[in-house]
């Protein structure tokens, strides 16, 4: 079975961290070896809840902290902490899902020779039943998914990041879902896109360099 590993960036995620975990332990079967995450400045209970986790989780969990530049920089400091002995990441947020039904259709894409990079196709809901799908004039959307361990390929863009690489293919029958509108508020979701306006004109202020790794589940202690 070809290993891939999971990561991305978090930040007050403490309600769907739980959720996402529940939901996402099945991909141990078809082959997620372990999880990376870099958490860019949680001010809610984040932290504690995935060092919680860590202790018992199915997959081994590993959390960093940095301070957020741009979401491009920030998943490529996520891509980065995946070893190479891992051949392909995961690159998906903590109030997306991917359906167990469809864990049988990772396995075929990542054995695909020649391809750098799979994009999937992406719908948004109102629910957590999925009875209510919204922006259907928008969705589904594509969204850069699974990528081969390549420094070579990297996210360019301070928002709305893309993937750079060569051969990224799309695959229609794997749709991943994504929940945020269940688990943000209106206030949240307005405050969230002006920081999008923000880091797309040039206006969010720099955070400045980031830190180095604080919680590694494999040593079960902080480092600084």
């Known amino acids: 079975m070809i290993g891939f590993a999971l990561c991305g960036i978090i930040r007050n995620e403490e ?6 975990l529940k939901n996402s332990a099945f991909l141990k079967n078809f082959g997620l070896t372990e999880i990376h995450w870099i958490d860019t400045g949680s001010t809610d209970s984040t932290v504690d809840v995935v060092k919680a986790f860590a202790t018992s989780y199915s997959i081994p969990i590993k959390l960093y902290h940095e301070n957020f530049i741009d979401y491009g920089t920030s998943r490529n400091h996520a891509l980065m ?14 109030d997306e ?10 396995q075929p894409m990542l054995a695909t020779k020649d391809v ?9 809901w109102a629910n957590f039943e ?3 799908q919204l922006e259907m004039d928008k969705y589904p959307d594509w969204q850069n998914k ?7 390929i990297k996210y360019s863009g301070r928002v709305h ?5 060569t051969d990224i293919r799309q695959n229609a029958e794997f749709i991943t879902h994504h929940f945020e509108p ?3 508020t209106p206030e949240e979701l307005s405050k969230k896109y002006a920081g999008y306006k923000a880091l797309a004109t040039g206006t969010a202020p720099s955070a400045g360099e980031p830190r180095i790794e604080l919680f590694d589940h494999t040593r079960k202690r902080d480092t600084f």
Do not use: S
């Open 97 to 106: 899902r991917i359906l167990e039904e469809d864990g049988p259709k990772i």
């Open 15 to 20: 309600k769907t961290i739980p959720w996402f």
């Open 161 to 165: 990041e893309m993937l750079v690489a």
């Open 81 to 94: 902490k995946v070893p190479k002995t891992l051949p392909w990441i995961l690159m998906i947020d903590p």
């Open 182 to 184: 269940c688990w943000r």
């Open 116 to 124: 750098k990079a799979w994009q999937l196709a992406r719908k948004k």
């Open 130 to 132: 999925m009875t209510k």
């Open 146 to 152: 699974f990528a081969r361990n390549d420094p070579a």
